[in-house]
């Protein structure tokens, strides 16, 4: 696991976001990342509305241009970062969210815009802790 402080660029769905990540010495690079261990509703199809409000939340917590901290772990199988994302309202710097870190992973289950996805996972470790709930139970 990796982590960098990043800028918002764009939401393009409740678990997808390109990020602008600084990487230190003044490197920084645009990537897209996947929400970790949660799929939220398709955008289009029977699931449309449900998509829409995820992405909303995304958006109202995520404006463009806002302070996040990211996890990545490894990329999935269409090119995105498997990512946990911490932001914090009004912040100004990677400082400021890790001071009062909100976790959108976990906000989103909270909030049952997004159900637990574990197909990218190899393992449970640093795993949310409603994924680990979910993961633990019997089949």
């Known amino acids: 696991m990796f982590e960098y402080g990043a800028d918002v660029v764009r939401v393009v769905d409740g678990d997808t976001v390109y990020l602008n990540v600084d990487l230190g010495f003044f ?44 996890h990545t772990y490894k990329l999935e199988k269409y090119g995105r970062y498997l990512a946990d994302l911490y932001y914090s309202p009004g912040a100004d710097s990677r400082e400021a969210v890790l001071r009062q870190p909100h976790h959108l992973n976990q906000e989103l289950l909270d909030r049952g815009l997004a159900a637990v996805y574990m197909a990218d996972e190899i393992k449970l470790v640093g795993t949310p802790r409603a994924l680990l709930t979910e993961a633990a139970q019997p089949a």
């Open 27 to 70: 490197i920084r690079v645009t990537i897209q990342v996947r929400l970790r261990g949660v799929n939220t509703p398709e955008l289009r199809g029977l699931t449309r509305e449900r998509g829409l409000a995820a992405k909303a939340y995304v958006e109202a917590a995520l404006p463009t241009g806002a302070k996040v901290v990211v």
